[in-house]
Nanobody
Framework: QVQLVESGGGLAQAGGSLRLSCAGSGRSLWRNAMAWFRQAPGKEREFAAAINWSGESTYYADSVTGRFTISRDNAKNTVLLQMNSLKPEDTAVYYC?????????????????WGQGTQVTVSS
């Protein structure tokens, strides 16, 4: 069974940066697309960024394009989300997800494994 554990969340000021990390265990995830989703208070969970199995293809929500960067280290079974130029509207619980597919996707229902989430709060 795959387990995903997020870390790196916390409090940042607007314009600042945070880096989220997602560590996988249970089995290697090098064949799996990975993604980050987020859920703001009172809102539904939404797609933020995804990366295919090799790391050669990445996908971003319009709201984070140019500010967030997703990357992966298959040797360490880890996916990172570098978040720069943070805005108060980035405040959310961020979830790491793994797909059984090698191709990245923006669709939540294509991801089978989920972490517990890490809180990101951006103050103005």
């Amino acid at each position: 069974q795959v387990q995903l554990v997020e870390s790196g969340g916390g409090l940042a000021q607007a314009g600042g940066s945070l880096r989220l990390s997602c560590a996988g265990s249970g089995r290697s995830l090098w064949r799996n697309a990975m993604a980050w989703f987020r859920q703001a208070p009172g809102k539904e969970r939404e797609f933020a960024a995804a990366i295919n199995w090799s790391g050669e293809s990445t996908y971003y929500a319009d709201s984070v394009t140019g500010r967030f960067t997703i990357s992966r280290d298959n040797a360490k079974n880890t996916v990172l989300l570098q978040m720069n130029s943070l805005k108060p509207e980035d405040t959310a619980v961020y979830y790491c997800a793994a797909s059984t597919s090698a191709s990245g996707s923006r669709l939540e229902n294509t991801y089978n494994y989920w972490g517990q989430g890490t809180q990101v709060t951006v103050s103005s």
